[in-house]
Nanobody
Framework: QVQLVESGGGLVQPGGSLRFSCAAS????????MGWYRQAPGKQRELAAQ???????YYADSVKGRFTISRDNAKNTMYLQMNSLKPEDTAVYYC?????????WGRGTQVTVSS
């Protein structure tokens, strides 16, 4: 089974930056997607950014131009760089992996953007 370990959350001021990581406990093979979901209080969980199974990237309109995902295949790790953070970015962020018919989730990391 694959376990996802997240790190990098915290409290930042508007306009600040954070960098997340999501490390998988096993080497991922075959076709899979890997990305970040987020859920703000009182709102639906949304897909913020993702590496698709086709190898391209997806960004929600709300984060486009501010968030960037990258990965280190040797470390089975995905990174999320968040710049120009806004109060509306406040949410719990979840790492997600879809591997064949299997789905794996991180525990969730709180991001709070406030002055």
């Amino acid at each position: 089974q694959v376990q996802l370990v997240e790190s990098g959350g915290g409290l930042v001021q508007p306009g600040g930056s954070l960098r997340f990581s999501c490390a998988a406990s096993a080497i991922l093979g075959g076709l899979y997607s890997m990305g970040w979901y987020r859920q703000a209080p009182g709102k639906q969980r949304e897909l913020a950014a993702q590496f698709t199974r086709g190898g391209s990237t997806y960004y929600a309109d709300s984060v486009k131009g501010r968030f960037t995902i990258s990965r280190d295949n040797a470390k089975n790790t995905m990174y999320l760089q968040m710049n120009s953070l806004k109060p509306e970015d406040t949410a719990v962020y979840y790492c997600n992996v879809l591997l064949g018919s299997l789905e794996f989730w991180g525990r969730g990391t709180q991001v709070t953007v406030s002055s």
